[in-house]
């Protein structure tokens, strides 16, 4: 594509949300991924756009108190292509988002595919763009030529943590007469999670199969450290012994049947519980809830299946640790995400700093309505920081200490403080009011 009038390398959630919303606005995109030109990364599995290579949850979709139900709803007033395709591919998950990672990717791919101002060629781009308009968005599995190209260009190491991903188990391989369907306090319509209930010893049988269990080693990067909001299991196991009965493996708000009784009904609440979320649309497919691991797979299936109700469990995948890189973002970038050395370049996704899916789709999002804005001649202002969108661009662009930079999901904290006592239920709803009064008027900027 030789009349193209930017250049967006990675087709990932980010690559292809900025390429959506360039597209839109009329502009000639050229969008470049690797995958599919007989080059893949240790962590995707297909070379369709968008894979999520992690959970197949957006996590909350609440938008009244929920800073990332809030960044949901903002990125859908923007005509957000993930967010449509996430709506379009939904799976059961109660008050949370989850799609059919499947029909997810393949939505997305076949929209800018069909796109007329898009045209996606499979290539590995070892190098900065010397000129053009250029967005990188290539995610925390930069190839290493050009993660060494941008080095060279920013003139600083690339921060790195390491990353891990959650065992996929067959429905049919649940036993169901142990395993029961529940959401949690019982939301969604019942059938949203499959529960395995642990008991006390049981529960500590598996805590030490954590600690035994033999699990993959970090080679060259030792001294790499994790993100806390994926954190290997095993590592939580690791820091106490009820470490997981308070994380993801809490019984609370659900009720084992088998524990019926004339007292308790609906049963007990179990001393520990594993959860399963579906992972596609025609529910063939289960991912265990917050088990990110980094045990190796020999020992993950022998462990797994110690569990009640997965004895017999047959996974379509098993866990695995990989290695994200991101960039000293409030350090590098100006307000637009423009690399300040070479305004030329912007960057977008997971490689600025932000963590989770939702967020690097929202990154992307600016990305490619800011260069859309130049291109046009005209002017963007950033989004106000009340708003979910504001408050992530502005951590990421220089509300963070760049000496201490850490990849962060968008919360409340990043938004300025409600003033005055209020409940912390109550300033929640304030909070995600303020960023609607504050997003409405910016809109008609756009």
């Known amino acids: ?236 196991a690791e820091r106490g012994v009820d470490t997981l009965r308070y994380g993801p493996m809490k019984g609370v708000g659900l009720d084992d049947p088998r524990t019926a009784s004339a007292e308790f009904p609906n049963g007990r609440w179990p001393y520990a519980c594993v959860q399963l979320r579906q992972d596609n649309a025609t529910g063939t497919l289960w991912n265990i809830v917050g088990f990110q691991t980094k045990l190796k797979h020999a020992a993950q299936v022998a462990l797994f299946r110690t569990i009640p109700g997965l004895e017999n469990a047959e996974f379509a995948r098993l866990g695995g640790l990989h290695r994200n890189t991101f960039i000293r973002s409030p350090e590098l970038l100006d307000a637009t995400l423009r690399l300040k050395s070479r305004p030329n370049i912007r960057f977008a996704g997971q490689i600025t700093g932000c963590e989770g899916y939702v967020e690097s789709s929202a990154i992307g999002l600016l990305a490619g309505r800011f260069a859309a804005a130049e291109i046009l001649g005209r002017t963007m202002a950033p989004p106000p920081v009340e708003t979910a969108l504001g408050a992530l661009l502005g951590h990421i662009t220089g509300g963070a200490e760049a000496e201490t930079y850490q990849p962060m999901n968008v919360n409340f904290g990043l938004m300025p403080p409600i003033e005055g006592r209020t409940k912390k239920a109550d300033r929640k709803l304030m909070y995600t009011a303020r960023a609607r009064a504050a997003l409405e008027p910016w809109l008609e900027t756009v």
């Open 1 to 236: 594509m030789s009349n193209h009038q930017i250049h967006i390398i990675g087709g990932g959630l980010a690559g292809s949300e900025a390429a959506w919303q360039l597209a839109q606005a009329g502009i000639r995109v050229k969008l470049s991924e690797m995958r599919g030109s007989g080059d893949m990364t240790p962590a995707h599995h297909t070379d369709g756009l968008a894979e999520l290579v992690c959970s197949n949850s957006f996590r909350s979709d609440d938008a009244n108190s929920n800073a990332v139900g809030l960044l949901h709803q903002e990125m859908r007033a923007l005509g957000s292509i993930i967010m449509a395709q996430g709506d379009l591919h939904k799976v059961p998950a109660g008050s949370a988002l989850a799609v059919d990672r499947d029909g997810f990717s393949d939505g997305v791919t076949a929209a800018l595919a069909a796109h007329p101002n898009i045209t996606i060629v499979r290539e590995r781009v070892d190098q900065l763009p010397a000129e053009g308009l250029t967005i990188i968005a290539t995610g925390p599995l930069t190839a290493p030529g050009l993660a060494d190209s941008i080095g060279a260009a920013t003139g600083k190491d690339a921060l790195a943590f390491f990353d891990a991903i959650a065992p996929i188990v067959h429905r049919d391989s649940i036993d169901m007469d142990i395993a029961w369907f529940q959401s949690r306090w019982n939301k969604g319509d019942g059938h949203d999670y499959i529960n395995c209930a642990l008991s006390k010893d049981q529960y500590l049988a598996f805590h030490q199969g954590l600690l035994d269990g033999e699990k993959a080693e970090f080679k060259q990067w030792e001294n790499v450290p994790y993100f806390e909001g994926c954190m290997p299991i095993e590592v939580m």
